[in-house]
């Protein structure tokens, strides 16, 4: 049987997380959801279906057929919805199964014989006639609905992908000096990775794993569960459980219960507690964001322009790709900050919902730098990392940019009319 | 008080420039060390002077005192139509 994961339409309500990448590719525990998915299930992802306008990255990243249906009547396929945070209970062994979460498929395990007589090119229509075929049962796994659901998770994830990855002890660098707090085999030090003197590491409540050519400068206490991905620095400070920091990452200051995806730093003091930070992110000094309201109240967060209760009492901010915020940033509870934005603080929270592309001045919306110029200097901060800013990267955000432009223009509108009126 | 001596007022008071240094041909980058914050707050300023809204592209277009007093000019007089 072969892996293909999907999007469905709930893919938007991960925004700004999931506007530059498929929702199956947001990261929980140790890696990216299809890269979960793949190993707890023993299979290779081999198709992906998404949003149009991320075929070409997508298929990039992935390297396999994205959007493509051409010679799947030849297997046996396990479709599986790319919102799945644990796919373990999904049996590979039977067909013509679709496993539900109420109203949504969260897989379909279709044998080559109804996959052959199904299939079509619209996947949708696919998917559709495939349910048809086969018995439903309610599945074990579940599917998260929004990026706080990702962050709510965390702590179980990074402990299953540690169990399930196995491997453990310190094969790298441990300076004298620097602490195991708890079971040593609760922790893993990659071959390449150095932890300095004056580290602790407080793996009594779940495991912490440093990824390969990762490095924990002095005054550094990690508490587990915590994943430190890949040629990643810790530079002082206090990463609290359920942290996991993707590849090429530097963080500093205070983190808890957050996932950074690669390329983003937090190089100084200020606290981010309960955010989803995407990629290329950058955070000025004492950026701080708010993750409890004074009176205990559930968070609301805006989505698509309109106030969701998460009914959770504890979410921070959701941080899209390239945002910058300026030194002493201060973002309000359940903050959502658009793709490529620039934040500059006003000594004021900030508002909920900014929009992409935009720049927050004042504490208020206002017309970003252009599209030119802040390509340009995404061009400038990837070229740092020795990466480049591709025409097929650069086509998806000139689709965000027009797609967000209504949204943008609006909010934009508003403020103005604040200020006019103040 | 005219758009060209308002636009001089805001000037001066963003930049901190004495009023008599503002001159039409004035480089903002070379005469008065302006960095992106200062244009930040100077189109902020400008926006809020004269309830238009300029895009920040345009704001890094307009290199001296004479363009940019030219192009509030315009937005001002587009906004009446």
Redesign the interface.
Known sequence: MKLCVFEDEKCEDFYPISLTRPVFALRLGMEELYKRDSRFLGLRVERAFARDYLVATSRKSMGIPVNSTEGMEKDDWLLLNGRSMNPVGISVEETDVAGMRGQDVAFIAASRRIVRKNLCADFKLFLDRLLKECDRVEADTHLAGHVWDLVLRNSQAITEDYDSIGRRGIRGDMADGSYIVGEEERVYIAPTAKVDPLVVLDAANGPIYLDEGVRVYPHTRVEGPSYIGRDSQLVGGKIREGCSIGPVCRVGGEVEESIFHGYSNKYHDGFIGHSYVGEWVNLGALTTNSDLKNDYSTVQVFLRGRPVDTNLTKVGSAIGDHVKTAIGTLLNTGTVVGVMTIV?PSGEVSPKNIPSFC?L??NQI?????F??LIDTARKAMSRRGVELEPDDIALLKHIYDTTAEERESL?RRD?RK??RS | MSVEERMIKVISDVLGVEREKITMDAKFVEDFGVESIDTIELVAASEEEFDIEIPLEDAEKNTTVGKTIEYVKRRVKAKKR
């Open positions: 500059m720049l001045h004042r206002r017309g970003g730098l252009g030119d110029n934009i103005r200020r006019a």
